[in-house]
């Protein structure tokens, strides 16, 4: 099992930034099997792709929505990925959610593993 634990969530202004962690444990958890990433979803929208990075660090991807504005980095001595929000606008607004999987299910497929979600507003 991998557990997955998001934190960093809040209400911010358009404009602003905020930093997302999730750090990642469990029995069957291994950074040489398993890659992270970030997923989102609005109120009345389906759960979509943000960010995925692999544990080396060497592979990102990003939704063309957010490129330029977020940064998904790891702390591999902490287990934890983060995502670094900047330029916020309105319609980044969603629950963001912490997936484990292998690093091409989590850019085209859906991962096994969920963290329990934070929630980002951003105000206009």
């Known amino acids: 099992q991998v557990q997955l634990v998001e934190s960093g969530g809040g209400l911010v202004q358009t404009g602003g930034s905020l930093r997302l962690s999730c750090a990642a444990s469990?029995?069957?958890?291994?950074?040489?099997?398993?890659?992270l990433g970030w997923f989102r979803q609005a109120p009345g929208k389906e759960r979509e792709f943000v960010a995925a990075?692999?544990?080396?660090?060497?592979?990102?991807s990003y939704a063309d929505s957010v490129k330029g504005r977020f940064t998904i980095s790891v702390d591999n001595a902490k287990s934890t990925v983060y995502l670094q929000m900047n330029s916020l606008k309105p319609e980044d607004t969603a629950v963001y959610y912490c997936?484990?999987?292998?690093?091409?299910?989590?850019?085209?497929?859906?991962?096994?593993?969920w963290g329990q979600g934070t929630q980002v507003t951003v105000s206009s």
């Open positions: 997936a484990a999987d292998a690093f091409l299910r989590l850019t085209t497929g859906v991962p096994d593993y």
């Open positions: 469990g029995r069957t958890f291994s950074t040489y099997t398993y890659s």
């Open positions: 990075i692999r544990w080396s660090g060497g592979s990102t």
